[in-house]
């Protein structure tokens, strides 16, 4: 116990290190995949080959950039919201198990802590619009906090359904208990849960096609309008690190985790999340913005009434056998 | 009463849209049509080039500076006048020459600014005496705005990137083809085509005197087109571009395969012309510029003629940025055979 209690400042080093160095690989393979899918090169220059030191360059033009508080803005609450943003996206790395022991804090209820860690973003966002004190900022966080509260439902109803399919909320079990071969959840309800979830992970990043918090050709940058500099890119960072861990946590509930042939584990679940990101990434940058109340419809018409019928088909399907 | 010009039978669009709308169609079959585009394009290799390292091969009549033929500029002002953005300097003087009746102008200076210049070509369409040409060359930036102005140093230096007009078409007006004959010819010697009036007289000057001395023997190293009173006759030939060989230099060139007639360098000393190396043009067969096989595209016949120009002049194409033989290769051999 002691020793673990001496090891805490060690872990919680290690886990933050990963949530921020995690976010070079991404932002690289963000530029390069959407600028091949536009039959472009992207950064080719810095570091020397194929621009692999473009995201260190960003990093430090945004550094540089003058951090600008508007003088009618609630400076204190202005200030505070990209941490606000920051701190709970990087904190879901701490639960997330990389392989078989090899975890920042193993937990009974991991995946509660993962849903419920995800949902502050919504309060960041309603800080940064209303503390900005402008039209763009008050709309966009007005969107935001809608999407996010209508997401929020798809997205617990699949990932509480494979719950019930394996019956605990620890990520590291929710791995042990899918069989080999990997993956296979009883049809058609890990299918359902699976689309749930992917479909819900777009909203609560707010990514096309659901970024219309953000829609920069109505509302230039929704709640970050009136952001500049270090802060601007706090929410940047803390959308890449909730694409990160919504990947990470995609790939424990329906992708297997670790497991996986020949490769050790750590390679496997590094591969299978690269590719449930490169999925992301592919779909940002093809499918276009829906519109608000089509958003709103889609969730509440559509994916809250099918996680709601998948749930009770899980109960019976449990009860049954 | 049916309105006359409407299209009655649509029967056929109609059983076409009613085929689309039956066909089944996944549900959001959109976004997976669109995502397999994207992927498509994501895997396919991007069509960037690398500016400064990778280079486009460019259409050989490109239009991007304005070259000046110094010697053909009679300081007649037409150029600077017209031009819309004031960007064209001219200065010049008049002079006795000895034997002239009328003092004629000399250039002192000619400049353009290109940091004005708008790229109308309205200079280039002006000008009564083919001074200014479009050039295909393009990197003339500078970090200031002096740098910008360009002097004529430069400007003729571009003229070595215009090409020779372009033959006419084959059934021309007879004068017409003589006209643009003689032209052509004109342009095939000297640098590469640009029209050499002094280079032209200076070889004229050189043959006499060399004649005189008795040096050596009178037309042996100036072939029979740089002699401005047999180039009208080499015209007169029917097929454009294939004058007779007159001289041994000329028919040594195209067929310098076989070393043993290749004229040496002392042979040559006398043409101004930047000494044509011996070229290896193989045993490619005669290009008619204005007689093209048909059933090839605007680039190919573009590198057609190009090659059709050295093979007159019989030096060898250029191997950069492409090899016009290797890239021609499958059109000559279908030429050939």
Same mark, same amino acid.
């Given at each position: ?33 959407? %600028? ?94 209303? %503390? ?35 019956? #605990? ?6 791995? +042990? ?28 990043? =707010? ?8 829609? +920069? ?8 309008? +009136? ?17 990160? %861990? ?47 109340? $089509? ?27 | ?18 085929? $689309? ?14 995502? !397999? ?20 091969? =460019? ?21 600077? !006048? ?13 002079? $006795? ?111 006499? #005197? ?28 029917? %097929? ?6 007159? #001289? ?90």
């Amino acid at each position: 116990m002691s020793e673990s209690l001496l090891l805490l400042p060690v872990r919680g080093v290690v886990v933050f290190l990963v949530a921020l160095l995690s976010q070079i690989p991404l932002l690289y393979g963000l530029l390069k995949i959407s %600028a091949h899918q536009m039959d472009r090169l992207g950064p080719m220059y810095p570091g020397r080959f194929h621009g692999i030191g473009q995201p260190i360059a960003e990093f430090v033009k945004w550094i540089q950039k003058e951090d600008i508080v508007p003088r009618t803005a609630d400076a204190p609450v202005f200030r505070l919201a990209p941490l606000v943003a920051l701190l709970p996206a990087f904190g879901v790395f701490a639960v997330i198990p990389v392989a078989p022991g090899l975890v920042g804090a193993e937990s009974e209820l991991a995946l509660l802590f993962v849903l419920a860690l995800s949902a502050v973003g919504a309060i960041a966002v309603v800080m940064a619009a209303y %503390a900005s004190q402008s039209k763009f900022t008050l709309v966009g966080g007005l969107r935001a906090v809608g999407q996010i509260i209508a997401y929020e439902l798809p997205l617990v109803l699949g990932a509480i359904s494979i719950a019930m399919l394996a019956g #605990t909320l620890s990520l590291t079990e929710i791995v +042990e208990a899918q069989a080999i071969p990997y993956a296979l959840w009883p049809f058609p309800f890990g299918a359902i849960a699976f689309l749930l979830f992917v479909l819900s992970c777009f909203a609560e990043v =707010l990514w096309p096609p659901f970024d219309m918090p953000v829609a +920069e050709s109505e509302i230039i940058a929704g709640p970050y309008t +009136e952001y500049s500099g270090m802060r601007f890119i706090f929410f940047y960072m803390s959308e890449f690190a909730h694409v990160i %861990a919504l990947s990470a946590v995609g790939t424990l509930l329906f992708l297997g985790g670790w497991r996986g042939p020949i490769l050790p584990p750590v390679i496997w679940f590094v591969l299978k999340v690269s590719a449930f990101v490169v999925f992301f990434i592919w779909a940002r940058f093809t499918l276009p913005r829906l519109r608000e109340d $089509q958003l709103q419809k889609f969730a509440w018409k559509l994916l809250i009434p099918l996680g709601l019928v998948n749930v009770l088909g899980i109960a019976v399907f449990k009860v049954l056998t | 009463m049916k309105a006359p010009n409407r299209v009655t039978d649509d029967s056929a669009i109609r059983e076409v849209e009613e085929r $689309q709308r039956r066909r089944f169609k996944l549900p959001a079959f959109g976004i997976f049509e669109s995502m !397999k585009v994207t992927l498509r394009t994501m895997l396919s290799k991007a069509v960037t080039v690398q500016y400064p390292e990778e280079r486009i091969e =460019l259409p050989e009549r490109t239009r991007g500076v304005i070259a000046l033929l110094e010697e053909n500029c009679t300081v007649c002002m037409l150029c600077s !006048k017209d031009c819309p953005c004031w960007c064209i300097y001219i200065e010049g003087h008049k002079v $006795q020459k000895p034997g002239k009746r009328k003092p004629v102008n000399e250039l002192d200076r000619f400049a353009i600014d290109y940091g004005l210049c708008m790229y109308c070509g309205i200079c280039v369409e002006v000008c009564p005496f083919d001074a200014l040409h479009w050039s295909p060359y393009f990197e003339y930036n500078s970090y200031t705005y002096e740098g910008m102005i360009h002097e004529s140093d430069v400007l003729q230096e571009w003229q070595h990137h215009v090409l020779p007009p372009p033959p006419l078409v084959a059934d021309a007006d007879p004068k017409a083809q003589e006209l643009q004959q003689v032209a052509h010819d004109k342009r095939l010697d000297g640098v590469w085509g640009v029209i050499r009036e002094q280079d032209k007289k200076d070889a004229y000057r050189a043959a006499e #005197t060399a004649a005189a001395a008795g040096l050596a023997p009178p037309t042996a190293g100036v072939s029979s087109d740089t002699l401005p009173e047999e180039a009208p006759a080499s015209s007169a030939v029917q %097929a454009p571009a294939a004058p007779e060989p007159a #001289t041994a230099a000329e028919a040594a060139a195209p067929q310098a395969a076989e070393p043993a007639t290749t004229p040496s360098d002392t042979e040559r000393v006398s043409t101004p012309a930047p000494a044509a190396p011996a070229a290896d043009l193989g045993d490619i067969p005669r290009i008619d510029p204005n007689n093209l096989p048909d059933g090839i595209g605007p680039v190919e016949r573009g590198r057609l003629k190009k090659l059709a120009e050295f093979q007159h002049r019989g030096e060898a194409p250029p191997t950069d940025p492409v090899d016009l033989l290797a890239v021609l290769k499958p059109i000559l051999d279908q030429m050939r055979g």
